[in-house]
């Protein structure tokens, strides 16, 4: 993992280049910045930037892959076509299995999507993680308790 990031200690002072530490809670993976002089916690940091979904400066990477390049002209969800979108709307690329979640940017990873099912589809996928992920802490599988 690159450790490229200088930060300012908060209890020390000093202008570090943290110890990172990748923490697993289960849904996804953090990074955790602590101070190498006096081992203190200084922030956490953003997967993204150590796993490919955005540049160093923070913004996101772009897709390979747009509805253009591939020749779709509706949405893959609800079926619109570009015609029918509204003005704000339009045809994106989104990612099946997150970059930030080691998903690649290949053809078989991509849906195309209107805006609208696109917003959709991030808030589910966030809902879903951060809500079923709880239920098989629990045991609970397949809708039924583990015995």
């Not at 020390?12 to 993976?29: F, L, R, S």
Request: glycine fraction near 6%; include cysteine; aromatic fraction near 8%.
């Amino acid at each position: 993992m690159d450790n490229h990031y200088q930060l300012k200690c908060p209890r020390c002072n000093e202008d570090v280049y943290p110890d990172i530490v990748p923490v697993d809670n289960g849904t996804t993976i953090t990074y955790k910045a602590t101070c190498p002089i006096c081992d203190s916690y200084i922030k956490w940091l953003p997967k993204s930037i150590f796993e490919g979904a955005k540049k160093g400066n923070g913004k996101r990477r772009k897709s390979a892959w747009s509805a253009k390049s591939l020749g779709i002209n509706y949405c893959e969800i609800c079926g619109r076509t570009e015609d029918r979108l509204g003005a704000n709307e339009k045809l994106e690329s989104h990612h099946k299995v997150p970059i930030e979640h080691r998903g690649e940017d290949v053809r078989d990873n991509i849906l195309i999507l209107c805006s609208p099912c696109h917003r959709m589809a991030h808030f589910l996928r966030t809902y879903l993680n951060e809500h079923l992920f709880h239920l098989y802490e629990s045991g609970v599988h397949d809708g039924k308790p583990e015995v």
